[in-house]
């Protein structure tokens, strides 16, 4: 049976795969980066993509049972996200899709990281057809893998994630901040103005204040 032609109008509506991790963190992060353009680079940002360059650099790897394919080109329609995985090894025979994320840091007390592993598998199932029950996680502070299972709830919090962030993209709303601990660390401090911008003065107040001077 011949494969479906594509849907230019589903093919458009794609958002980057990499949104989900942003949106997961901070909504309006995400907004400024995919929505407004944004972007600010600080020590650990660059780090990171530096990391993923190398990655993606990498030489594909074929051995007996094993096969890797770094920087491999993703897409679910289902999701309406498309990007890249830094590795993906096709293990056994038939081969078995086993998506790895690299990050500079150290596991996250929130799953941001696991759902934009999630989405790539989602992704993998999407485009071969079979059933990718596991990842993992490399981290670059602890040198270790860290092993995914995409269960129910994690496979339902990605499709969440992925239609809210989808959403404020495509209808280009940018979320007012709420500040939190993690602002401090974050690249986007100074184009975001969380702190100025969580509670700006009301329009009753700002005259009443220019009436009282």
């Known amino acids: 049976m011949a494969a479906a032609p594509p849907d230019p109008e ?3 509506a794609l958002i980057p795969l990499s949104a989900l991790q942003h949106h997961l963190f901070c909504p309006r992060q995400c907004a400024l980066i995919h929505v407004e353009q944004l972007w600010a680079e600080d020590a650990a940002t660059a780090e990171g993509r530096l990391l993923h360059e190398k990655v993606d650099a990498g030489r594909p790897e074929s051995r007996p049972g094993l096969r890797v394919a770094r920087g491999l080109a993703l897409r679910s329609i289902a999701l309406g996200v498309s990007g890249k995985a830094d590795a993906v090894e096709f293990r056994g025979g038939p081969p078995q899709p086993f998506p790895v994320e690299y990050k500079r840091g150290k596991p996250k007390p ?4 696991e759902v934009q592993l ?3 598998a989602i992704c993998l199932e999407e485009m071969f057809g079979q059933p990718v029950p596991e990842g993992a996680l490399f981290y670059g502070v602890t ?3 860290m092993a995914v299972a995409f269960d129910a709830e994690l496979r339902a919090l990605t499709a969440r994630v992925a239609d809210e962030a989808r959403q404020n993209i495509l209808t280009g709303r940018t979320p007012l901040p709420v500040p939190m601990a993690a602002c401090r660390r974050c690249s986007m401090l100074d184009l975001c ?3 100025r911008l969580a509670a700006p003065p009301s329009v009753a107040r700002w005259l009443a204040r220019q009436l009282g001077e």
């Open 143 to 145: 040198r270790r893998r």
């Open 193 to 195: 103005q969380p702190e």
């Open 10 to 12: 589903a093919e458009d």
């Open 110 to 113: 929130h799953r941001a990281d």
């Open 118 to 120: 999630c989405a790539q």
